[in-house]
């Protein structure tokens, strides 16, 4: 059998918000989110945090995921994603099987289901590819860039202005999870390469959790999108 895992990358230091990865989001922690999420779909065999902090550990472990004590000098503000994950693939490969495929979940990113994640994995395995993003469409996005003092149009020529139904699909990468081999994170020292695929999710799926304000509004999003929805469904239930 395939044995796929999940990796939650979590640093205890922040700037933005103290403690950030377990500050209370809708009632929990916030990595907590995303530790059910991935729990709750069956074809994940483990779920793994990976920190440099003992109380985000202890959170984590409450949460029913396993652990991992990632390095001070891997979890600075310059540590990248791609060192966390190969350190904890490492660790992992020391004390488990092989591991066949790696799902790499943001922790900042709780507005999700466990089902955006089990598309992604469905899509990954379909498609035969060797990495695999969550993204969601943008539409019609005119985009600028400011360079020199001035500023231009970068997916479009505003002198010729293209209609809403003229303009193509364009994707934005969310963050909210990736997922990949560890031959090929090894390979390439990027969690995205080779043959790549995407894994749509509605745009208002999209937001994340980086200054204080992102606080209030994900929990805007997380009540009236998916909580609501998960209510009504237990009422209609009883009923």
């Not at 069956?42 to 990632?70: F, H, P, T």
């Not at 745009?203 to 304000?213: C, H, L, M, Q």
């Not at 509004?217 to 009923?239: A, D, G, S, T």
Request: positive net charge; contains cysteine.
């Amino acid at each position: 059998m395939t044995n796929i895992i999940a990796i939650i990358l979590a640093r205890g230091r922040s700037k933005s918000i103290p403690k950030k990865n377990i500050v209370d989001f809708c009632g929990k922690p916030l990595i907590s989110w995303t530790i059910e999420q991935a729990k709750n779909v069956k074809m994940i065999s483990k779920v793994w945090v990976s920190s440099d902090d003992e109380q985000i550990l202890s959170v984590a472990k409450q949460s029913g995921a396993q652990i991992i004590k990632r390095p001070k000098h891997l979890s600075t503000s310059r540590s990248s994603s791609v060192s966390g994950w190969m350190h904890a693939i490492n660790e992992i490969e020391k004390i488990d099987k092989k591991i066949d495929i790696v799902i790499g979940l943001q922790a900042t990113s709780p507005v999700r289901e466990s089902a955006d994640i089990v598309n992604g994995i469905k899509k990954f395995i379909s498609s035969n590819c060797d990495s695999l993003f969550s993204a969601s469409i943008i539409g019609d996005f005119f985009i600028w860039k400011k360079q020199k003092n001035r500023y231009r149009s970068i997916n479009y020529n505003y002198h010729k202005r293209p209609r809403r139904q003229e303009f193509a699909d364009q994707y934005v990468e969310n963050g909210s999870f990736y997922i990949f081999t560890p031959e090929l994170i090894k390979k390439n020292i990027n969690q995205i390469g080779g043959k790549i695929e995407i894994s749509l999710m509605e745009f208002w799926k999209s937001f994340e959790i980086d200054e204080k304000s992102d606080l209030e509004f994900c929990e805007i999003i997380m009540k009236q999108y998916l909580l609501n929805k998960k209510n009504i469904k237990q009422v209609h239930k009883k009923h």
